[in-house]
């Protein structure tokens, strides 16, 4: 594969203010369902980090391997989508996917997930969660490209599954120096 | 499928309705918009049109909005690019938008509650609304010989400058009762007018070009998010970040240097390090000797009262980390300060806002680029004011206007007499959540003849009311706003029909005004018809037009604009002070019963029956009661905690999510605990907000104490909220 666009998640700067998580439902208008969701990343009840997490458009996705009605399908840019016409409601995705990107739509029953924003990409522009971050912690990459030699695929504390390859890379924050109250 | 590509919105209509049958959900048209399912058939014949906004909820980054509205539905809203604070993006809050316009849980149209506080319901006309609080104005004007005993509460739901006209509505009708004061920040207000005579700060873009920044006792990562860019940027350029909190907030994480201090003792570190600078002589002399009245009384007040040991002791900061924040704060040019609101809550909140303020001209960082004590403007509000001035009616009764603490507004009610309070008109405004003592608010409104509440959501406060008026959104009507931190001024277009049955808070007074004056001829001079496209014309005069060099307000269709001038605070060294000059003594303060200089004012001790602290900050998905309500909210988070040090829990047995009992001597609230060291050991901290269906209201616990200052600038002074000791007990 040439290209693989995935999401660069910059946790040294990102605040968790949840901004990306509410852009998307605005876009999508997402009632009771969530394509992003921001993660704690706590270790011994100190919040190190978020982790702001969708669909990771993963290079062996397990959605469309499990998908009996093949609802699911790789585009040429690596952007997994999913077309509900054929889709039953099995939920098998949603047990497969090992970051639960796939939603049911409590009303029709079906599924959705994260398209990537497909429409705005095909535009030349930025999916909505990217574009809507102000601090400018996610990023689209190409995670077939060379990516900065600081954005790693793990983080400590948090496992992030790989058997799937999500298209996902993190880098990690920075703590600042503390100083806490004596007495 | 021709026939489809000629659907007009009519039939576009029915046939979501058909669709709604066929998925067989429940619910509204406006529950399908918002399943996710957009019709194909929407698409080929539809207008898209795109709007100008602004958020109005008391937010430091008042947001310029662009919305997009196909077929007269709002389908999404961003942050406008022509703003480079607001940069395209909004948070999440105004990422709600487009769901709390078409919320289930607005109010539809007009209702009379039988039995305030029971839920009992009933649809009534704007017309039987308007007959019933008319005539009991008229009543109350008859029996007690003025309209004094009609009380307006009214402050930050909606900052739009037409929104003043509910102050202007209980002006046409005679003398009436003020809540006057501010609650979340006057003490801080008044302590920057003893020094500088007014509050202004730097453009908060200009932050960028500071080489060293203290954020004291504020949080943008939560309540100015856009802040937060320019912070970033400002790093990456090569400034170090400093966060000063008793909280070790999000932005904290992501400063270079994090102190935890103890609550309240901000003035003690503010003094310690003026002490070592003056001793290392790192002070600007040639600064103070042509800016500032007092620089001699302040120092040797230094030398005579202040030590570093003692700053240490009081703070809990160790000494060596005071020398070394002195050092860097004195030696890095220029150097910022945010002086935040929650640092000021306090019985000694003012003075210590004062003593952060004489850093900074100490060392001659004020009036310069990168630099200054910022805290906030209002220098972009100089409005005229059209639909807040109205007349009084003559002859109708009292001498003037007769204020109420805004910050002990349930007392003062039950408090007043000749004549009491016996009507309460409730606008942008949620006392029964919001208010320190809420069992005594809810007392002052048991007393009422008749309380009326404008609302959007049935809060508790309207749920204690009799009648309850639906407003609409920012999104259904015009209006203009500014902020009081950055300096643009965004146009607020109305880009929908008002939903159901709400009104503007103006419509609304111009149509009391008909029925009160269709009962009694010139009982209220409120006009009684106008177009609110005017109207909001009306509200700007020449100095604003000057400010921020456009001929006509009707340019800002084109996009916010930015005040020309005025960006960097006290840049031309004119104080607004008596004297001219930055006064570090203020006789200003002194006939306030202040100490005319900046000193330590004791802060509050915890006792032994309520050992800990309770501060009770803003939360990221709320500004105060808004938002938080929402079901896009309640996905994200619908829990309030309490959070609490692993070393209190230990001593309590308290685990992560046990139930946790807090209380004083004034009421109690049991919620689930979150074990994190990030608050202090003598600190419990529990996010002020509103949820839906949640017995939650952390302000059954808070006291109606003011603050040290206020009086000056807002009227009264403000609520020391955090200065509230409670004890906790596992459940
Ligand atoms: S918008 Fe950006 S900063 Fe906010 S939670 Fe999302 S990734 Fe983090
Ligand atoms: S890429 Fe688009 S759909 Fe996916 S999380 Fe971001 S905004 Fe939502
Ligand atoms: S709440 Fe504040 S940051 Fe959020 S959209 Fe409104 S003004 Fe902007």
């Known amino acids: ?151 790693q695929e793990a983080l400590p504390n948090f496992s992030i599954t790989q058997f799937t390859k999500p298209s996902i890379r993190v880098i990690l924050p920075r703590a600042p120096q503390c100083f806490w109250r004596k007495g | 499928m021709k026939q489809k590509s000629v659907v007009s919105r009519r039939t576009f209509l029915k046939g979501a309705a058909a669709t ?34 602004a958020c109005p909820r008391n937010c430091y980054d008042t947001c310029a909005i662009l919305s997009t509205v196909q077929d007269g539905v709002l389908k999404k809203v961003v942050g406008d690019p022509a703003s480079t604070y607001t940069r395209g993006t909004l948070c999440a809050k105004g990422f709600s938008y487009t769901r709390s316009v078409y919320s289930p849980d607005r109010i539809k149209y007009p209702m009379r509650q039988i039995g305030r506080g029971s839920g009992n319901w009933q649809r009534i006309s704007w017309d039987e609304a308007y007959t019933e609080i008319a005539q009991n104005m008229l009543r109350l004007k008859r029996e007690y010989g003025s309209t004094l005993p ?57 932050i960028v070009n500071s080489k060293y920044l203290i954020i004291w006792g504020a949080n943008p990562a939560w309540c100015s998010v856009h802040s937060m860019y320019f912070v970033k940027e400002a790093q990456q350029r090569g400034c170090k970040v400093v966060v000063i909190d008793p909280i070790l907030t999000q932005t904290a994480s992501k400063a270079d240097l994090y102190i935890q201090i103890k609550s309240s003792t901000d003035g003690a570190l503010a003094l310690g390090m003026a002490r070592y600078i003056l001793d290392h002589n790192l002070y600007d002399g040639e600064w103070l000797a042509k800016n500032s009245k007092g620089a001699e009384e302040f120092f040797s007040y230094l030398k005579n009262n202040i030590t570093l040991e003692w700053a240490a002791e009081k703070t809990g900061i160790p000494q060596h980390i005071i020398e070394m924040l002195a050092r860097e704060y004195a030696t890095t040019k220029p150097a910022n300060i945010w002086i935040g609101y929650g640092m000021q809550r306090h019985t000694n909140g003012g003075q210590n806002v004062r003593a952060i303020d004489a850093l900074a001209a100490i060392t001659g960082n004020i009036g310069k680029s990168g630099g200054g004590a910022q805290y906030a403007q209002l220098e972009t509000w100089g409005f005229k004011y059209h639909a807040m001035s109205q007349s009084k009616p003559a002859n109708s009764g009292g001498k003037e206007d007769r204020a109420i603490n805004i910050n002990n507004f349930g007392a003062e009610v039950l408090n007043a007499q000749d004549p009491p309070i016996k009507m309460l008109w409730i606008a942008c405004r949620g006392p029964m959540t919001q208010d320190p003592e809420t069992a005594v608010v809810k007392k002052a409104f048991e007393g009422m003849d008749l309380v009326v509440t404008a609302d959007l959501y049935m809060t508790p406060t309207v749920e204690m009311s009799d009648i309850v008026l639906p407003v609409t959104t920012a999104f259904e009507t015009p209006g203009v706003n500014v902020s009081y931190w950055h300096y643009w001024l965004s146009l607020n277009e109305q880009a929908i029909k008002p939903m159901y049955e709400s009104k503007n808070d103006v419509t609304i007074a111009m149509e009391l005004s008909a029925k009160l004056n269709e009962l009694e001829q010139g009982s209220c001079t409120f006009p009684t018809s106008g177009d609110l496209q005017e109207w909001v014309g009306k509200e700007f005069s020449e100095g604003i037009y000057k400010q921020f060099g456009i001929q006509d307000w009707q340019e800002l269709k084109k996009g916010p604009v930015k005040a020309k001038s005025g960006l960097i605070a006290w840049q031309d060294g004119k104080f607004r002070t008596p004297s001219g000059k930055y006064e570090l003594w203020s006789a200003e303060a002194e006939k306030y019963g202040h100490f005319p200089l900046p000193v330590y004012v004791e802060e509050m001790q915890s006792t032994d029956k309520y050992p800990l602290r309770c501060i009770t900050p803003h939360w990221k998905l709320s500004i105060h009661s808004q938002f938080q309500n929402l079901d896009w909210m309640a996905a994200v988070n619908n829990e309030p905690h309490i959070e609490i040090h692993p070393k209190v829990a230990a001593k309590y047995h308290i685990k992560d999510n046990d139930s946790v009992k807090m209380f004083n001597d004034i009421g109690y609230i049991t919620l689930p605990a979150k074990i994190t060291e990030t608050v202090s050991p003598d600190v419990v901290a529990v996010y002020e907000t509103w949820y839906k269906n949640k017995k939650f209201n952390v302000n059954y616990t808070v006291k109606a104490i003011p603050a040290d200052m206020g009086k000056k600038a807002t009227g009264a002074p403000g609520i020391a909220f955090h200065d509230n000791f409670v004890a906790i007990q596992k459940m």
Not at chain 1, 22 to 48: F, G, P, T
Not at chain 1, 64 to 76: A, N, T
Not at chain 1, 108 to 128: A, H, R, V, Y
Request: glycine fraction near 8%; aromatic fraction near 10%.
């Open chain 1, 1 to 151: 594969m040439q290209k693989q666009l995935g999401f660069l998640v910059d946790l040294g700067k990102c605040v968790g203010c949840r901004g990306c998580e509410v852009a998307c439902s605005n876009k999508h208008q997402l009632d009771h369902l969530q394509y992003r969701r921001i993660m704690n990343i706590n270790k011994e009840n100190q919040v190190l980090g978020f982790l702001s997490l969708a669909c990771n458009h993963c290079i062996n996705p397990e959605c469309i391997r499990v998908c009996k009605e093949k609802c699911f399908y790789k585009r040429r840019d690596g952007v997994v989508l999913y077309n509900s016409q054929r889709c039953n409601g099995c939920q098998r995705c949603i047990g497969a996917c090992p970051f639960q990107a796939p939603k049911v739509n409590p009303r029709t029953k079906k599924i959705s997930k994260c398209d990537f924003c497909f429409e705005q990409l095909d535009q030349g522009l930025e999916p909505t969660c990217v574009a809507s971050c102000i601090v400018g912690a996610l990023q689209v990459i190409d995670i077939m490209q060379p990516i900065p030699v600081y954005a």
């Open chain 2, 20 to 53: 709604v049958a066929t998925v067989s959900f429940g619910g509204t048209f406006f529950d399908f918009i918002f399943s996710g399912l957009s019709p194909a058939v929407a698409a080929e014949n539809s207008t898209v049109e795109l709007f100008r906004n």
């Open chain 2, 150 to 206: 009609i009380c307006l509460n009214k402050y930050s739901g909606n900052f739009d400058i037409m929104h003043y006209g509910i102050e202007g509505m209980l002006t046409s009708i005679g003398n009436t009762t003020r809540a006057t004061g501010t609650p979340c920040w006057p003490a801080g207000i008044d302590a920057q007018t003893f020094d500088f005579g007014t509050i202004v700060c730097n453009d908060p873009e200009d």
